[in-house]
């Protein structure tokens, strides 16, 4: 995967922008919204290792 962490911060915003229009329109969450969910979760664990790697180099 490319840029985890570019690609999580784009799937965050994406669903917070679809969870605001769903809670204008008082319509439930859909199928791609839950969909970017499991994949941010997905991305996380990427995120935090991608975090950790960088502090390592730096210490180097």
């Keep these: 995967m490319h840029r985890p962490s570019r ?3 784009h799937l965050l915003t ?5 969870q605001e229009r769903a809670k ?8 791609r919204s839950k ?14 290792q991608e975090g950790g790697e960088t502090s390592q180099e730096n210490a180097s």
């Design 35 to 48: 969909q970017w969910t499991r994949w941010s979760t997905q991305y996380s664990p990427l995120v935090q």
């Design 24 to 31: 204008q329109q008082n319509r439930p969450t859909g199928k």
């Design 14 to 18: 994406k669903i917070a922008r679809k």
């Design 7 to 9: 690609q999580h911060q």
